[in-house]
């Protein structure tokens, strides 16, 4: 039985996934992942809501009421260690994607909020690229909104890769309760990629009174939707483990709380 935080992705089409706040069943976050072959298009209403489009891979002319920013993204793999190229933009816009070539589109959304925000074409050279972890904890981050970035109003997006073998958002932890500065609620989408594609991972979602308490076996494009509780991920032997985080909540600040009865191995 598919666990009810999972969303698969369909294998072929343009549309490979689409998780909607009614869908999952929460207030802020929602994400969608498109396929566009070389010169299909696709258009976007922002509406209410502010959008991160990020170029996972291929190449796009982004056009905002008319004014185009052409030949974003240059990678062919999100496991090539090149930042993704990445548009904000604010609500009421229009956004027209067209593919150079080939591209995927992830588009990340959340409530807007009063101010008057622009379009910022988020430079990849200029996103911070870090290490986390030790040993078989080791994983390779990229910060495409992080929260100290004033761009976006609730949105935070993030991508990791996460070698074969190792683990990932660990040791467990949580953002689900807005106690700040000990901890922040944060909705959280994880967008996975395998490679090689066949391969698979896990991810357990979890409350400490495990009144919430899923496993997931993850598949190359599939969505985990993370409502509350502590979420880690692991790759099997074999399998490298990209996935991409879209985070928002009441607050644009990032705190998270370990498990306790993990946070040993940090010592």
Same mark, same amino acid.
């Given at each position: 039985?598919?666990?009810?935080?999972?969303?698969?992705?369909? !294998?072929?089409?343009?549309? $490979?996934?689409?998780?909607?706040?009614?869908?999952?069943? =929460?207030?802020?976050?929602?994400?969608?992942?498109?396929?566009?072959?070389?010169?299909?298009?696709?258009?976007?209403?922002?509406?209410?809501?502010?959008?991160?489009?990020?170029?996972?891979?291929?190449?796009?002319?982004? @056009?905002?009421? /008319?004014?185009?920013?052409?030949?974003?993204?240059?990678?062919?793999?999100?496991?090539?260690?090149? @930042?993704?190229?990445?548009?904000?933009?604010?609500?009421?816009?229009?956004?027209?994607?067209?593919?150079?070539?080939?591209?995927?589109?992830?588009?990340?959304?959340? &409530?807007?909020?009063?101010?008057?925000?622009?379009?910022?074409? $988020?430079? !990849?050279?200029?996103?911070?690229?870090?290490?986390?972890?030790? /040993?078989?904890?080791?994983?390779?981050?990229? #910060?495409?909104?992080?929260?100290?970035? !004033?761009?976006?109003?609730?949105?935070?997006?993030?991508?990791?890769?996460?070698?074969?073998?190792?683990?990932?958002?660990? &040791?467990?932890?949580?953002?689900?309760?807005?106690? &700040?500065?000990?901890?922040?609620?944060?909705?959280?989408?994880?967008?996975?990629?395998?490679?090689?594609?066949?391969?698979?991972?896990?991810?357990?979602?979890?409350?400490?009174?495990?009144?919430?308490?899923?496993?997931?076996?993850?598949?190359?494009? #599939?969505?985990?939707?993370?409502?509350?509780?502590?979420?880690?991920?692991?790759? !099997?032997? /074999?399998?490298?483990?990209?996935?991409?985080?879209?985070?928002?909540?009441?607050?644009?600040? =990032?705190?998270?709380?370990?498990?306790?009865?993990?946070? =040993?191995?940090?010592?």
């Amino acid at each position: 039985m598919v666990s009810p935080l999972l969303a698969k992705a369909a !294998p072929s089409g343009r549309e $490979i996934v689409n998780v909607t706040p009614e869908r999952a069943g =929460w207030t802020h976050v929602g994400f969608r992942a498109v396929r566009l072959m070389a010169g299909e298009a696709e258009a976007v209403e922002t509406g209410e809501r502010e959008l991160c489009l990020v170029v996972l891979t291929g190449t796009v002319d982004v @056009s905002i009421d /008319g004014d185009t920013h052409a030949n974003l993204g240059m990678r062919n793999s999100v496991f090539e260690e090149v @930042s993704p190229a990445a548009v904000y933009v604010p609500p009421g816009r229009g956004v027209h994607i067209r593919a150079v070539r080939a591209a995927e589109v992830a588009l990340c959304t959340a &409530p807007a909020d009063a101010r008057n925000r622009k379009v910022q074409v $988020i430079d !990849p050279t200029k996103m911070k690229r870090s290490v986390r972890g030790k /040993g078989t904890n080791t994983r390779y981050v990229c #910060d495409i909104l992080p929260h100290d970035d !004033p761009t976006a109003a609730h949105l935070l997006v993030v991508e990791v890769m996460t070698p074969a073998s190792h683990s990932s958002s660990y &040791p467990p932890h949580k953002h689900d309760q807005e106690t &700040p500065p000990t901890e922040t609620l944060l909705e959280e989408t994880y967008y996975h990629r395998l490679n090689p594609p066949q391969g698979f991972a896990f991810q357990r979602v979890y409350t400490d009174d495990r009144s919430l308490d899923e496993a997931c076996a993850v598949e190359d494009h #599939d969505v985990v939707m993370v409502p509350r509780g502590y979420h880690p991920v692991v790759a !099997p032997h /074999g399998y490298d483990l990209y996935y991409l985080n879209v985070m928002a909540g009441p607050n644009r600040f =990032w705190v998270f709380k370990n498990d306790p009865q993990h946070e =040993w191995m940090l010592e």
